[in-house]
């Protein structure tokens, strides 16, 4: 690879006119480059480091489900997925599976979100 890794922080995450690109630091932090305009640093400087399988696996079983699972958790464990959490239907637990689907097509998944009846 050719430069050093860049990261894009959202506009919420400081007090600027717009995104900036952020050069990675030796330590894998991003640090917040002047803004046009702006004044301040991030209120919280976030990671110049790629998301975890973790992290994108649950991004995407929110977006499948709509973040209608409460209590969500994703575990690896070897080469097994295992899935936690608490949805109101079976339709729900089945977009769950779909969501890992999506991102691992062919690893094995314990499935184990708990399906609570509406009170």
Do not use: C, W, Y
């Not at 917040?32 to 696996?57: C, H, N, W, Y």
């Not at 079976?90 to 691992?104: C, E, M, P, S, T």
């Amino acid at each position: 690879m050719i430069g050093a890794p860049f990261a894009i922080l959202p506009i919420e995450s400081f007090n600027g006119p717009a995104a900036r690109v952020m050069p990675e630091s030796q330590d894998g932090t991003a640090h917040l480059i002047g803004t046009p305009g702006g004044t301040g640093f991030p209120e919280r400087i976030m990671s110049a480091l790629p998301k975890t399988l973790d992290q994108v696996l649950l991004e995407r079983i929110q977006e499948r489900t709509g973040r209608r699972v409460r209590d969500l958790s994703v575990e690896m464990s070897g080469e097994l997925v295992v899935v936690r959490g608490r949805a109101r239907s079976f339709h729900v637990k089945q977009l769950v599976l779909h969501g890992v689907r999506d991102v691992l097509p062919t690893t094995p998944l314990r499935n184990s979100i708990v399906v609570e009846a509406a009170a």
